[in-house]
């Protein structure tokens, strides 16, 4: 299979205003796709075998060999590379300074049924995740940790918008990522291995170095402003709490996420 | 001293249009005022002892006891209690769905000079920071591991902007906040004790979790996409590095600087 590589100069072009679209929520649900900027987590996609089925180019898009060696990948997929204008990259990306380049990626389907949970020691549970900067940085965070993904719980924000993609730097494309509800979850979850860790900041939280984690972890952190439901909490294998000493009595979402998951590595590496 | 309630309903009143220019950066500068909003900020600023020039109060802005405390303590510290109605709150705060509280407060003037380094174990410096977000962040973890404060070094983004405050989650208000020019900022450091850690992702970083920290801890971290300098790297006293197990080469900054802070304030617990 190979790809084409044209022009597109008209701001009125059907293709145009129909990826534009993808900003939108609604449609990147009905068109299952959505969009990434940038040269570099566009490589870090395509390094991860992850290509997008219409590349955007500026005029300047093309000069670098990252650029290029996109370009050849893109086509040999089938995928269509599209030299453009700048004018056209702002109308796609919604900002006056858009980047070099635009992808247009497949959004994955993946499921709790197609994790494979001894692939990787840890994974990220966010329960009616908000922010989707913060969404973007767990997703970050649990590449760096070496975690297999993230699993979103219940309503939470939509990983596929621009915010949460551009936060995640690539993770997007490296990290596995499910939505299910919590009633899907925890039957899973228990159907194999896996030790639930909830991030909680009641009485009953053990100090989170004080706890031994077993692999494969499963991080579980609650809604920005309401934290976990007690219910969900009580589901855990383990409640745990980060030392709190000022006045406020959490840490933002992310934060969070990121300081169990580094200590949970941490124990691993001793 | 004591302070004034008044009512104002119309939208052009002067104070409400003077008010509203605060979410600009240049008039925050030329008024040295700033906005924040919501009871739970107002209040731990009020328990910090900070307490606004003007607070607007919305229809159910009164009910709960602690905007009854909020409002007795503005006026009994000379403030002036202002009741509104949602459309200027919107307008004061920019949102659809404006919370019932906004409080407008003087922005603190500190300089190096006023900071007492001994008065706590750990100081968080950030190098050109740029999001607001991760901004609030860093106050709203420092506040969580007892550190005094952030130094906020060369050109870094507002922290009085709305975002900023909002992320902090009125750790704007319990931490020290200075902004400074790394020219000044290393002298100042090396008239007195304190260490500096850098985030470093070069080959001479030593792991996190094998250096030894010593109070005051100073750990500094670098700008979103380009992280330190190599100038300012090379005059720390260690180079740090967290484990990066995979595609990407670094974290957010925000999570970088909270799970250091974590591990200098583990290694003290210890």
Redesign the interface.
């Known amino acids: 299979m190979s790809g084409r590589r044209s022009t597109i100069e008209s701001l009125s072009n059907p293709l145009v205003k129909r990826m534009r679209l993808l900003r939108e929520k609604r449609h990147r649900r009905a068109e299952r796709l959505f969009l990434a900027e940038g040269l570099r987590i566009a490589t870090?996609a395509r390094?991860?075998g992850v290509l997008p089925a219409w590349l955007f180019l500026g005029p300047d898009g093309a000069g670098h060999p990252l650029a290029q060696a996109l370009i050849d990948a893109t086509m040999a997929a089938g995928g269509e590379v599209i030299d453009t204008t700048p004018a056209i990259l702002s109308k796609l990306s919604g900002k006056d300074n858009p980047q070099t380049i635009v992808g247009i990626y497949a959004e994955p389907q993946a499921t709790l049924a197609d994790i494979d949970r001894d692939a990787a020691p840890i994974w990220l549970v966010a329960e009616r995740l908000r922010d989707p900067?913060n969404l973007g940085?767990m997703l970050?965070?649990?590449?760096?940790?070496?975690a297999g993904g993230l699993i979103l719980l219940d309503d939470s924000t939509d990983p596929y918008g621009v915010e949460a993609v551009r936060?995640s730097?690539?993770?997007i494309f490296?990290q596995s990522l499910v939505q299910a509800r919590w009633d899907e979850f925890l039957p899973w979850l228990r159907s194999g291995a896996g030790e639930l860790v909830a991030t909680w900041l009641g009485d009953d939280g053990v100090d989170y170095?004080a706890a031994r984690y077993s692999a494969p972890t499963f991080i579980l952190v609650g809604n920005e402003s309401q934290g976990l439901p007690a219910e969900y909490a009580a589901a855990a294998d383990v409640r745990v709490k980060?030392?709190?000493?000022?006045?406020?009595d959490?840490?933002?979402a992310?934060?969070a996420a990121?300081?169990m998951a580094?200590e949970v590595?941490?124990q691993r590496?001793d």
Chains 1, 2 share one sequence.
Not at 242 to 248: E, R, T
């Open positions: 870090e390094e991860a900067g940085t970050r965070t649990g590449d760096a940790v070496g936060a730097m690539g993770a490296t170095q980060m030392p709190m000493l000022g006045k406020a959490s840490l933002n992310a934060v990121a300081v580094y590595l941490n590496r």
